[in-house]
Every structure is written in C-alpha cells, then in structure tokens.
C-alpha cells in the first residue's frame, strides 16, 4: 500500500492512499479538497492540479 503525505491547511500531517481518492476539488480562499470517502475529506492549500500529481495520476 502507497501513501502519499500532504499538509492541510492547519498544518498538520494528511498521509493519503492515492487508490482510494475519489475526487479532488477547489474551492474559494485557494483551499482543495481531496475526498477518499462519505467522511474522509481532507483539505490542503495546494492548486487541484498539484494534488492531482501529488497522488501519482494524470489529469484528462
């Protein structure tokens, strides 16, 4: 299994399975959200595009 850590927007330590996320989203104030789940939401101050990177996939 492959983590791929990010820090969210308070600072802290996200470690994210990339095989689980869903969908990744921007939203106002330059904040994306990465969803692995109902629950799981994780938000990060990263451009959508360098999350999507980050995570090891392509962007079509």
Not at 33 to 60: E, W
Request: proline share 5%; glycine share 4%.
């Amino acid at each position: 299994m492959e983590f791929v850590m990010f820090e969210d927007v308070d600072g802290l330590e996200v470690f994210v399975n990339p095989e689980r996320v869903i969908w990744v989203r921007e939203y106002p104030n330059q904040v994306t959200v990465i969803s692995c789940g109902q629950d799981d939401r994780f938000a990060v101050r990263l451009a959508p595009a360098h999350a999507v990177a980050a995570l090891g996939k392509t962007a079509r």
